[in-house]
């Protein structure tokens, strides 16, 4: 008894609450940048396509969503030749973004991903590719990494120091 | 055996191996990098260190390199020890200090010895802050990249490309913290095992350049275990598939076979399976024009052809497994089987059959060829026709040496100890050929001559070893001197074998190598190894089949209406004229997995798997039949061949073939037919065999873009494919564990993701796999027979003015059929030429490069002249399956003229 009354006292209060319901979608919600929505690819501060088809976001990827193939540019750049997420596969966990040592892929704010059919849920690299670096506007994997790509010569990453002269023994 | 304590916990071990491998042999995690157990130690690297205390009263102890210390009677070592764990993690992170930021553009990721060390000693941030060191790179071939800004300086790869491999061209270069491993210039790098760098270099210095034409992780490759297909010794190997592609050959461990290494045709020839040669629909000519046709309709025509009153023969292939040759002479009858191999090397196959089956002989495993302390090499170019030997007796001359440096108490895995006593000694190596070879190098003396030469020099060993031989006449006062002197040391040694082969195409040399095998008498050891042509020669030898040449002239007795050819380029076999005749007089169905010239010229032909696409048994130089499973499923309407078989059959409404309906069925029925494969069904792991109730899975748990491969074309994911034939299942579920032996389709043991994982896989380091290694030794010497000499001894090479003796010379890069035409091969793969010692170069008065005649089986042939300073005077040597020489039987005599 006593609980009824107080159950009917609860919902009679919640009549003087300002309402939290949103007019979605008229109304857009705010969402944070790290709101695990849907999945990009980003570019390098120069431009250039980040991932380096390491395979690693695919590897990371619970429901096994994420296809692709790694390629080699004829400057030395890796790339991946085909890059393709099954959204109406992925569950948004965000591991992909976590396992990427590139930065490339990322998590975005937008969920609206909602199609009559599946089949237009496949995305291809083209789809997924952004113009710009997204949430880390810094990083480029080619100025900290060894490998020498067209207009970074061995020897010219960050840390490092010029490549050795192999015929000398001087120390 | 002897105890030690390993934190505190006794241990049996063998007192003659160091403190690492009991170690890892007992499955104890230990971070190592230079040792490698077919290198041994030289303790480079600091990284196996432990703490070693003298008796269990002592506390302190002191910390020595596990790699360095012999697992002595009563040792106490602790692994756990903080000071130990300290040690190793600091020298993780010394050698990380300059390492590259690298692993997710490195094709080493994922498999990675040093990611797996790192993480085990736990150093995971870097304290470092300096400029790190770089070197440029170099372009070394078609088959490796190099990276080496990854180096960590364990020294691995010169030690194995130089001391175990014999080769030159990759050194140690400056010094200090500047060492760089390289060649003296960019350049391919010339020693035929050049490609097992990629699995001994603990890091992404040396990788797989064919990979990374279409790179593909470890964890994502669907693997299967595989047999080499392209020699006779049948290597061991695991392939991996990755989007219907195959994307490379590592090697599978196989301690009776090859060990831990491959050669670089093995393993950089696999591209003929992707190549754009490849039949994927089968095909009608029609009208001299040949159209690709739905199954069903290329079957509805071959059963007109195959009809019951139809005069059928099969012509089978020594490159097809035994399961497709054996449902061929089923479907055909074995007096209507013929074996398709060239009719000299079929000649010769079933004469080494005949010997090694014989008495007084026995046929060593490439195992046993490596502890062997003394060897004759007879007429065979290994390191071209069967590379792996070749670096089996680069082992065996290091055995005598070896043995007596171990006289001083050096045990055998002190590795730079033994060098520095044995120097560069060679124990003994003879090499008799018509032409130089690689293995010269490593030899006590080379002798050259004409096959018929070489072979009176094995007889008049077999002579100098047993005086109930046969004597050799008329040989030369050097001829005497070599002869006395390799009997001598063949006398002298505990373990001497004899090479030889089909390779210069001579019998008579067959015949020495078998008479030096008797006479060296001691029954039951192993002292005769013969290599073949292709990777079931042997196989195909023991189907009894009937010869070549009586195929061909069947048909041209007009006795045949429709012949099935199994996987078999005739034009490699016979001269063009007489497959043109068959082609023109008879209905010819072939079967095979590339377009051939004798595919273009069927008239129905057949799509068929190749060794990634099927499954079967092969059986390799020693006889041990060895089963390759079947890798993925092919694109298009390839099928194995035993299976388009089996639908020929019953579209003619022939009944042959009925009840075999998968390669178990047909070694079982093979095993019933033919008395040499008695035994063996029962030792496959047949379709029907399981682990815990478990297929065993072809992917790894780590496959990846399970939902996304195909859904650009349908979303919704199909199923995986099954597999009725095998144990093995074509996806990542199934037993989880180690399976047996036979059906390892990877090297992977928890926190170890590289190839060294196969430490977890042997049952003690180094030594067998556990449960025994895979395959079943079919060729076996009758027990007590007494062995026969025989007395057919060739008279010496006599020289015709004007007229040469042809040879064939084989090329490890060009000479097999299927590895051909892999790119990476392609490339390093000689163009054609004649070989000419420079006297007779200078008789003809031809330079090099220029061109000269000769005449080979009614036709002409137009050949660069080569010049070659070690080919025998009167002798002339072409290339095997290079260029358009084919077909012919050699050695011949031909007449050879300036152009
Ligand atoms: S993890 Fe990043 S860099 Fe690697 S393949 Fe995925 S998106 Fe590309
Ligand atoms: S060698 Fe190993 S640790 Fe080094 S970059 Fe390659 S994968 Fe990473
Ligand atoms: S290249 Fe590889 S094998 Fe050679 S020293 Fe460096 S890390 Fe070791
Ligand atoms: S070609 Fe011969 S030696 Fe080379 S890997 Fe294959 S089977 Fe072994
Ligand atoms: S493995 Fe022992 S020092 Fe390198």
Redo the contacts with the bound molecule.
Sequence with gaps: MLSMLRTIWTVLLHLFRRPITVQYPEEKPYLPPRYRGRIILSRDPDGDERCVGCYLCSAACPVDCIALQAGERPDGRRYPEFFRINFSRCIFCGLCEEACPTYAIQLTPDFELCDYNRQNLVYEKEDLLINGPGKYPGYNFYRVAGLAVSGKEKGASENEDKPVDVKSLLP | MATIYVDDRPYEVDPAKNLLEECLSKGLDLPYFCWHPALGSVGACRQCAVKQYRDENDQRGRIVMACMTPAMDGARISIRDKDAVQFRAGIIELLMSN??H??PV?D??GE?H??DM?VMTGHNYRGYRFGKRTFTNQQLGPFINHEMN?CITCYRCVRYYRDYAGGKDLDAFASHNHVYFGRHEDGALENEFSGNLVEICP??VFTDKTLKQHYTRKWDLQTAPSVCAHCSLGCNTIAGERYGQLRRILNRYNAQVNGYFLCDRGRFGYGFVNGDRRLRQPRLLQDGESRPVSGAEALKRTALLLGRQSRVIGIGSPRASVEANFALRTLVGSRNFFSGMAPGEEHLVARMLHVLRGAGVRTPSLCEVESADAVLVLGEDVTQTAPLLALAIRQAVKQAPRRQAMQLRIPRWDDAALNEVMQQQKGPLYIATPAGTRLDEAATQCFRGAPDDVARLGFAVARALDATAPPVRGLSREERAAVQAIAGALRKAERPVVVSGSGCGSEAVVDAAAQVARALGGAGTANLCFTAAECNSFGLGLLNAMGTAEAFQRVADGLVDTVVVLENDLYRRVGRASVEAMLASAHVVAIDHSATDTVAGAEVAFPSGTFAETEGTMVNNEGRAQRFYQVFVPQGEVKPAWSWLGELAQAAGRTELTGLRSPDDLLAALGRAVAAFEGLPERVAGASFRVNGEKVPRLSPRASGRTAVSANVNVHEPKPPEDPDSPLAFTMEGYPQQPPSPLITRFWAPGWNSVQSLNKFQAEVGGALAGGDPGMRLIEPVANGAAAYTDEIPPAFRRRAGEFLVVPLHHIFGSDEQSAVAPAVAQRSPGPYAALSPEDAQTLGVQDGEFVEIELDGGMFQLPALLMSSMTVGVLGVPVGIGSLRGVDLPARSRCRRV
């Design positions: 390492h590259p690298d692993c490195c080493e990721g990675c040093l990611q790192t990854r890091t992404g």
